[in-house]
């Protein structure tokens, strides 16, 4: 509009807008530049303050601890497969955690999901409602729940593992979801069609459809499963982390097993880091060839 | 040789499809079958049926109980004749020497009315009980022969717990125990109790409209500090407690990003031509990722000491390597053709960059670090339970007392608000950055219209 009515710019003034518009635009982004470096730097004196030792200390002595761990763990390097063997029932609990906790977590969420999607929600005025369930599932950490479970229950893997899937149902419920409203509605309609019920039309229609993404993202969740069922563990919740509070608390002298112990869970969680993206790989590319026959 | 094979193929066929049937079924049934042997196995490991003996109910009714009720004791010293009111029975709720709410009158005979016709009178040598509808209960506690409790005709009921130096009643109005040395009552009431006012403030007890009024007549300040200073609920410490966490998740995850993004330009193919530095890269990456966040966090205690420092460095540890990973995918898919047409005009290095990388990796790099920020909150309170700062190790102390569960329940309600709304604000942060993920989103939106097309 303002092209018509006004008369044309000539090219001079053309270019002193444009240049204003930089000038401007700049000016802004150097703005919000110092507000985000006045931040960092106020946030980080403000943690700093805060912290019990200050940075410029500590950071001389990030690896005095591990050095000494790795000190002592070598000169006691005869001792290690021993220990390996002692806490690898440890780390089996700590795996039987995340994975029972994916797997219900799988089902739930799997649920969830389906009941928060347009089409194939059975009741579309719960909707909403069931979508808050699964945010307010995903915003809890686990730690809470954990701990007052561990009140309620005594110690061990159960409270860990309600705790763990409690989070996986909501976080994977959202993920499902996602995947769900990719999926065709039309094998769940000729299902329909047949006078089959909503169970039928889920099973027989969506989850053959979703079903590799749905894997795909449990075995994402199994590989962050692994690494929360550990933390639990630290928190009175047995396994893997249950031991390393044991081992860190008896100090020096028994740092070869916090060395063992952290030996292990490394090496898990590579590994499980590694498998699950092949996994993954071979399943996303199973569904691409999939679609293409 | 195809007309041969031609000639096989209809026993060929049979063979090959009742194979595939065969692999299908093996798989169908099969692979549920290892699923319910695996949760059995884990049912059995896990101990799940001795679960209901260790499960403590009492422990669950006392949380339940106490999330939305709170009680005020009233005990005789029995020894030197004091009587003490405090809410919870602790020393900040104490009510100051003379002081007492409505429903106790102190005196030679204090007399402490539970309503609904129960009433404990704490005499000077006798504690009396009266019940509506069995009676009423003396007590005499005694040095030398403990509790000498008279009670109406009849059977004991279940509710009062008689030995010789315990008499404990518990009712629907309230608790009253009588030991040697003490007479206590509880009452329990609903609600949170001196969750804005403490008993030594002038504002306890007063309405809302009388606080207005005075807080027009210009003492909104004294009445602000007030709340904020409660002893009981210390908001104070628990709003630094939960600026702490949301520091811990910002300095982690910014500063991860801004370690990470020069150190994926090392890892990408094609910006780093020496083969061994990225495989260096890679596998620094890998590392510093499989060390997990628990690892780094026991470390880094030990050098920095608790507190938010620790847990932001942890964060920034853990994330570096899988920022370092996305970025370093992200700048291998970028578009080589922009970066030419930037050189074509003339571009330094740095201004090919700065024109012709980064605008190509934004979206993916503010993305990543927004949602993060998201999932950096939840780990930032786990965090902070193990290194002890910010709100996690407010909610660990509140549970480890085991009695304070109303701040339990408020803590976790914070937690889950601080999360959702950080939820909120990333994903909202994200829409008004990222142009293609509000495309998405509307895309997302459309479907349930098209869905209803169909039939």
């Given amino acids: ?293 | 040789m195809t007309v041969i094979d031609a000639d096989f193929s209809l026993a060929t066929l049979k063979q090959d499809m009742s194979d595939l049937f065969f692999k299908k079924k093996l798989f169908n049934f099969g692979l549920p079958a290892l699923l319910l042997a695996y949760l059995t196995y884990v049912f059995i490991a896990f101990d799940m049926p001795g679960l209901w003996d260790r499960a403590n109910l009492a422990n669950a009714r006392t949380l339940v109980s106490d999330t939305y009720s709170y009680k005020t004791h009233v005990s005789r010293d029995n020894r030197d004749a004091s009587v003490s009111i405090a809410i919870e029975g602790e020393r900040k709720g104490a009510y100051p020497e003379g002081g007492s709410p409505q429903w106790v009158s102190l005196g030679e005979v204090t007399v402490i009315d539970l309503e609904e016709g129960h009433q404990v009178r704490f005499g000077p040598e006798t504690v009396e009980y009266d019940i509506p509808g069995y009676g009423v209960v003396r007590a005499t506690p005694t040095r030398s022969k403990g509790v000498q409790a008279e009670l109406p005709a009849g059977e004991i009921p279940s509710w009062i717990s008689l030995s010789k130096n315990r008499l404990a009643i518990k009712t629907e109005a309230g608790r009253l125990t009588v030991t040697r040395n003490r007479s206590e009552v509880f009452r329990y009431f609903t609600g949170w109790e001196l969750f804005f006012f403490t008993l030594d403030s002038p504002y306890h007890g007063l309405g809302l409209g009388e606080l207005l009024e005075k807080a027009a007549s210009g003492e909104a300040g004294a009445i602000l500090q007030d709340i904020w200073t409660n002893k009981m609920w210390r908001h104070q410490d628990v709003a630094w407690a939960i600026a702490e966490t949301l520091l811990m998740a910002f300095l982690g995850t910014i500063g991860a990003g801004l370690v990470a993004l020069p150190l994926a330009f090392l890892a990408a193919r094609n910006f780093n031509p020496l083969g061994p530095l990225r495989f260096v890269m890679r596998r620094v990456f890998d590392f510093v990722r499989g060390v997990d966040s628990l690892i780094w966090t026991v470390v880094l205690a030990r050098a920095f000491g608790p507190g938010p420092l620790t847990g932001a460095l942890a964060i920034l540890v853990t994330d570096t390597g899988t920022f370092g990973k996305i970025f370093s995918e992200a700048l291998e898919n970028v578009d080589e053709k922009q970066i030419e047409g930037v050189t074509a005009t003339g571009a330094k290095p740095a201004q090919r960059y700065r024109f012709g990388v980064i605008p190509q990796i934004t979206p993916v790099l503010l993305s990543q670090l927004l949602y993060f920020l998201e999932s950096n909150t939840r780990s930032a309170t786990i965090i902070g339970a193990i290194t002890g700062g910010g709100i996690g190790l407010l909610l660990t102390q509140a549970i480890i007392t085991q009695k304070d569960w109303e701040e339990v329940a408020y803590y976790i309600g914070l937690i889950i608000f601080m999360v959702m709304l950080m939820d909120w604000l990333s994903g909202w942060l994200r829409r008004r950055l990222i142009k293609g993920e509000a495309g998405r989103k509307s895309r997302a939106e459309s479907k349930p219209g098209k869905a209803f097309l169909l039939p």
């Fill in chain 1, 1 to 293: 509009m303002a092209d018509m009515t006004a008369a044309p710019l000539s090219t001079e003034q053309i270019r002193d807008q444009y240049s204003e518009m930089v000038h401007r635009k700049r000016l802004y982004g150097g703005l919000l530049l110092v507000l985000f470096v006045a931040l960092m730097v106020a946030g980080f004196k403000t943690a700093d303050g805060r912290n019990a030792g200050s940075f410029g200390e500590g950071i001389t002595h990030v690896f005095d601890y591990p050095a000494e761990v790795l000190a002592e763990a070598s000169e006691k390097l005869s001792e290690m497969p021993a220990h390996l063997v002692h806490f690898f029932p440890a780390l089996i609990e700590t795996l039987n955690i995340a994975a029972a906790a994916t797997l219900v977590g799988v089902v739930f969420g799997t649920l969830l999901s389906l009941l928060a999607t347009h089409g194939m929600a059975p009741s579309p005025a719960l909707i909403p409602l069931f979508r808050r369930i699964s945010d307010i599932c995903r915003a809890i950490p686990e730690i809470v729940i954990a701990l007052v479970l561990i009140f309620l229950l005594g110690g061990g893997p159960v409270p860990a593992m309600i705790a763990i899937a409690i989070h996986t149902a909501g976080a994977l419920g959202k993920l499902f979801s996602e995947v769900n409203e990719n999926a065709s509605l039309k094998p769940v309609e000729g299902l329909e069609s047949v006078g089959s019920s909503w169970g039928q039309r889920m099973w027989l229609g969506v989850i053959p459809q979703v079903g590799p993404n749905y894997v795909s993202y449990a075995l994402l969740r199994f590989e962050i499963n692994i690494r929360a069922s550990a933390i639990l563990g630290f928190v009175g919740a047995g396994g893997i982390g249950y031991e390393l509070k044991n081992a860190m608390s008896w100090g020096q002298g028994r740092y070869d097993e916090a060395a063992a112990i952290f030996l292990l869970l490394f090496i898990t969680i590579v590994a499980v880091d590694q498998l699950s993206g092949l996994l993954r790989d071979r399943l996303i590319h199973g569904a691409k060839s999939g679609a293409n026959t």
